[in-house]
């Protein structure tokens, strides 16, 4: 299982990057990659990437200009 979600955190990073599919929650993209709950989701990625899917999509979107 781990395996499978490791694969699964590396779809939803790339998700949470794409700005095509900024049009889906976290918890869609939870879904579209496969996880079956929310929570599963948020701990499989924190434990991989060190945070959360909200944090991590707000550290790699562009800040605004001033």
Do not use: W
Not at 19 to 35: D, M, Q, R, T
Not at 40 to 58: A, L
């Amino acid at each position: 299982y781990n395996l499978v979600n490791r694969f699964r955190v590396e779809q939803a990073k790339g998700l949470l990057l794409d700005p095509k599919a900024a049009h889906l929650s976290v918890e869609g993209i939870a879904y579209e990659c496969g996880f079956k709950s929310r929570s599963t989701f948020f701990k499989f990625f924190k434990k991989e990437v060190g945070m959360t899917p909200t944090t991590f999509k707000s550290n790699a979107s562009p800040s605004p200009s001033k």
